[in-house]
């Protein structure tokens, strides 16, 4: 069975840093593409950077240069380092294996900015 189960997020600042955790069993992080997806209150889940099992990481846009995909094989964890985060940046941050099985979902860990 496939899970994944985000962790980190947390009320920041403007400005602030956090780091988001995805915790994966049941399929290999280093053998299959990870990526981190976010929906802001009202809105459509949208991509945010994606992870290959090989290959260069990538990024939307709005976050390069402040956001890092990367991950740890042993601990099967992916994880998102965020930096100078900015109001626009709050969401529920949500987690996505691609699988040779299929698309798999975390529930989700919230981010908040504000001051």
């Known amino acids: 069975q496939v899970q994944l189960v985000e962790s980190g997020g947390d009320l920041v600042q403007p400005g602030g840093s956090l780091r988001l955790s995805c915790a994966v069993s049941?399929?290999?992080?280093?053998?299959?593409?990870m990526a981190w997806y976010r929906q802001a209150p009202g809105k459509q889940r949208d991509w945010v950077a994606t992870?290959?099992?090989?290959?260069?990481?990538t990024y939307t846009d709005s976050v390069k240069g402040r956001f890092t995909i990367s991950r740890d094989n042993a601990k099967n964890t992916v994880y998102l380092q965020m930096n100078s985060l900015k109001p626009e940046d709050t969401a529920v941050y949500y987690c996505?294996?691609?699988?040779?099985?299929?698309?798999?979902w975390g529930k989700g860990t919230l981010v908040t900015v504000s001051s």
């Open positions: 992870i290959p099992n090989g290959g260069i990481t």
């Open positions: 996505n294996a691609n699988t040779n099985y299929g698309y798999y």
């Open positions: 049941g399929v290999s992080v280093s053998s299959n593409t």
